[in-house]
């Protein structure tokens, strides 16, 4: 058996799972469950300062997009940071890691981005012996508003400085989560850094209007007949969250730098890629909200079970196994060609292939072959887009082959050149990089 | 209540039993199984299911109409090639049609549900009362339509479209032709032929006129005089014998006469039905007297065809839900002889069949049902009269491609033309395309004889 034992910044858990930051981990009740159904760690709803707590909208909090069968596929949300009292939270938060001294439980934090209001509140945090704190930067909706989560997050500026103080007046590690409602996530992430930052976690939710109502012309959800922007999550957000995780785990500056990876992880697979492109551990929050906190079974025996088949012993062995090969277009072989290939016993005939090439790209598949329904390749059309295998509803009947060094490419009339060549060398290129005389 | 005894009798079953015996056999999808449904539709290029459409409606578009919650749009691209897509949707034998073509079939041995879905989609609009054809400026032309069946109804509705007056001949009291009065009651629940003839009418300028049968209360050619265009469309009055004695006894029904008895009944109580019941042939009308004799209650029902099951006429589909309602199918056995007691049915004798030599033989073995009632169900006949010197081929109308006789201005579609199969959808293809055939013809002659440069 795979052993997953989780060490992320020097926080232990018997697995990678954690719930992220937001309603399930709202209160000791939802946490007390979670750590029941096998839960590594959960990031506590975000705390706020002392005082009178935020207040939520009373109508819907949350809107959604859905497959035909009403499989969610994307939701967002208006929620704001928890509204109970923080005395109440870092209470409970205090018994829930005695009662549970195994997994882990970091505290979601944000106040105002004063120096004195962080001072103030990570000495309470600490009290309750969480493992960690995770500075929420991220939240679009509503507290950013008030100069708070993702107004902070998008000021490189003000990470360093807020995760500096952090730094500076608490001994628990640092988790600095960021919000993917930027350009370039690598800012950001190199910010948090400077200020000393042991991690970040991203993506937080993403600026969304989910959907409009069309009888009463108003965003959803429809709060008194008006809506704004929520945050988006869920399984549509994940490649989005994919690319900022690698972008962070390539980029020299943080190399190396823990990441919490988040976003739309849904299944052990979801999972998995997060953290053989480069995260240490995953938080998942979505999924179980969609279908309550046993998923985490299937994400435990999913992995465990890959694992085990691929010959992967513990988490060391996959985390960022997957970084070394993302690059940047620039670097991508040339002189690489493949073809689509069609397994004709595989194939139904449902012509998909033939009309996505035929209308939209290059004209490479044919319908009819001697006046029979047969969808063909044609390889001196081909340009090996692999437009074909994505489209086609049948897992594997279209596959795409690359050719050998040599043989004729019958496109090009050229045989498939054996050397790795890129565009930083091409003579198209007016940049290119002339080698040495 | 109900009973048991031997003999032709109604009441057999309790008053409930009736009305969930003769419920809708498949009924309608709700908004959300129709999503999922729709969803698992690939939206093909060129699709097969189109292509084995008599109808040519576009499947993949309509569907994709469903799945986008437009189930209006999608009841317009199934009417824009077939106005009876309501009942097709009940009656098509889709596993032989559309959803044999399906290329999930190919994937999952599961074609779409293409036919629930149709009539999904055409129930919502015409629960709606949503029309979506108006008729074109009149031409003044008139046409005639012969029978308000299926073809008929489709002919003229295409020709009331194009602006043409359209007056619509039917020898029987109410419209629908077979729709109406030769498909088993659960197929047609809740007077649906009826509701459909309504909604086919409502385009305006067809008149119907019943109770008027070509031979007895016109011929062809006093329509040919005074109508523009004329299309033939009466289907199939007449029933084969089953040349065996004794055909004459009381309790040999023709087994349309029994259906159609059961679709007219407001009580199907009323229908009085054999304890012991042979059917004999292998087609649809086989089946849906069969299953709706066990339906009434008839102990025993037995379809004793003279060939094997893969010469039925009766799809897999209906053979299978003769099965499921309890009706045994026998095979290679043909009726010899009516078997009376009391000068009524009591059973018939049967001869074992094979093919010898490419031919169908009795191969002198014989055994006896019992029987207190008989069901002819091998095939009608066209009882023709009154056409004048119309050329036949066949004993049925011989026609061209685009549905036109031997006559000049004469057309013909539908169950008495010797061409396609004798299926619903067949015969509203027909009766389409005879109709935009005699609307090239009337264009043609409207314009000018030399063109104005």
Redesign the interface.
């Known amino acids: 058996m795979a052993d997953l034992r989780n060490n992320f910044v020097g926080i232990k858990s018997p697995n990678p799972f954690w719930l992220a930051s937001a309603p399930p981990t709202d209160k000791a009740y939802n946490v007390e469950r979670a750590f029941k159904a096998g839960w590594g760690g959960v990031v506590w709803k975000t705390l706020g300062e002392e005082g009178p707590p935020v207040v939520n909208v009373n109508g819907p909090r949350y809107g959604a997009i859905w ?4 499989r969610l596929l994307g939701l967002n949300n208006i929620e704001l940071i928890t509204d109970r009292d923080l005395y109440t939270n870092l209470r409970e938060m205090k018994q829930v890691k005695m009662n549970w001294p195994d997994r882990a439980l970091i505290a979601s934090i944000m106040v105002p981005c004063e120096e004195e209001s962080w001072k103030a509140i990570l000495p309470l945090v600490e009290e309750t012996g969480a493992d960690g704190i995770e500075l929420n930067f991220g939240c679009p909706h509503g507290m950013s508003e008030r100069g708070m989560g993702a107004a902070v997050g998008q000021v490189p500026e003000y990470i360093e400085m807020v995760v500096r103080w952090c730094k500076q007046y608490t001994r628990m590690p640092v988790i600095t989560k960021l919000t993917p409602n930027i350009t370039d996530i690598r800012k950001p992430a190199r910010a948090a850094k400077a200020g000393g930052t042991d991690a970040v976690s991203l993506i937080n939710t993403i600026n969304s209007i989910v959907s409009v109502d069309l009888d009463n012309f108003a965003p959803n959800p429809t709060v008194g007949g008006k809506g704004t922007h929520g945050g988006y999550c869920g399984p549509a957000v994940k490649p989005i969250a994919l690319n900022m995780v690698a972008e962070i785990a390539r980029d020299p500056e943080t190399y190396g730098m823990p990441i919490s990876g988040i976003g739309g992880i849904t299944t052990w697979r979801d999972a998995a890629e997060f953290l053989v492109l480069g995260s240490g551990n995953v938080q998942v929050c979505t999924a179980a909200m969609t279908y309550g906190f046993k998923i985490v079974q299937e994400m435990i025996t999913g992995l465990s079970s890959w694992m085990d088949a691929k010959g992967h012993r513990d988490l060391d062995d996959i985390c960022g196994r997957a970084v070394p090969n993302v690059t940047d277009w620039q670097y991508l072989n040339l002189n690489y060609i493949a073809k689509a290939k069609i397994d004709q016993d595989a194939c ?5 292939c ?2 996505a090439c035929e209308d939209t790209s290059h004209q490479a598949i044919t ?1 009819f072959v001697n006046g029979v ?1 047969h969808f063909e390749v044609m390889e001196d059309e081909c340009v090996g887009c692999n437009l074909c295998v994505n489209v086609c ?2 897992e594997n009947c279209i596959t795409m082959v690359g050719l050998e060094p040599g043989v004729l490419d019958q496109r090009t009339g050229k045989p498939v050149d054996p050397n790795y060549a890129n565009w930083t060398t091409h003579p198209n290129n007016p940049m290119a990089k002339q080698a040495a005389e | 209540m109900g009973t048991t005894q031997s003999g032709i009798h109604r009441g057999r079953l309790a008053p409930a039993e009736y009305e969930t015996n003769f419920s809708d056999l498949h009924p309608r999808l709700d908004d959300h199984e129709a999503l999922v449904a729709a969803d698992r539709c690939y939206f093909c290029h060129d699709a097969p299911c189109m292509t084995a459409c008599p109808t040519s409606i576009d499947i993949p578009l309509f569907i994709r109409q469903i799945s986008t919650g437009n189930p209006i749009g999608s009841a317009k691209t199934i009417f824009d090639q077939n106005i009876l897509g309501g009942m097709c949707a009940r009656v098509c034998p889709t596993e032989t049609l559309c959803e044999q073509a399906c290329v999930r079939n190919t994937a999952e041995h599961r074609p779409v549900e293409i036919g629930r879905l149709q009539r999904y989609a055409t129930d919502v609009a015409m629960t709606e009362n949503k029309h979506f054809y108006e008729r074109a400026a009149r031409t003044g032309k008139a046409i005639a339509v012969v029978g308000a069946g299926p073809a008929g109804l489709a002919a003229a509705h295409r020709l009331a479209m194009n602006g043409h007056d359209v007056v619509v001949f039917d020898a029987r009291e109410k419209a629908g032709g077979l729709n109406e009065y030769g498909i088993a009651t659960y197929k047609a629940v809740d007077d649906f032929a009826q509701k459909e003839v309504d909604y086919v009418l409502a385009i305006g300028g067809i008149e119907v006129k019943n109770g008027l049968k070509l031979g007895r209360d016109f011929s062809l050619a006093d329509l040919t005089a005074n109508f523009d265009a004329v299309f033939l469309g009466m289907g199939l009055a007449g029933v084969n014998a089953l040349r065996a004695e004794g055909e004459t006894l009381p309790g040999v029904v023709d087994a349309v006469d029994f259906i159609a008895e059961l679709r007219q009944a407001e009580d199907k109580a009323a229908i009085p039905v054999g304890r012991r019941v042979v059917v004999i042939g292998g087609g649809m009308t086989a089946v849906d007297a069969a299953v709706q004799a066990k339906l009434l209650g008839a102990e025993e029902v037995t379809i004793c065809y003279r060939r094997g099951k893969e010469h039925m006429n009766a799809s897999e589909f209906e053979q299978d839900l003769a099965a499921s309602k309890g009706v045994m199918i026998r095979h290679w056995l043909q009726p010899k002889r009516v078997i009376a007691k009391d000068g009524h049915v009591a059973g018939i004798e049967v001869e074992y069949t094979e093919m010898r030599d490419g031919a169908l033989t009795g191969t002198g073995e014989t055994g006896v049902l019992a029987a207190d009632q008989i069901f002819k169900a091998i095939g009608q006949t066209f009882e023709a009269s009154g056409l004048g010197s119309l050329a036949m081929s066949g004993g049925r109308i011989v026609v061209d491609s685009e549905g036109r006789t031997s006559t000049a201005n004469v057309w013909a579609g539908g169950d008495c033309v010797k061409a396609g199969e004798d299926l619903t959808v067949t015969s509203v293809a027909q009766g389409r395309d005879a109709a935009d055939s005699i609307n090239r013809m009337l264009a043609a002659g409207a314009q000018p004889a030399f063109a104005v440069a």
């Open positions: 497959g035909a069968d009403r139904i005939k449902c012509g998909r033939h009309i319908q329904r509803p049948v």
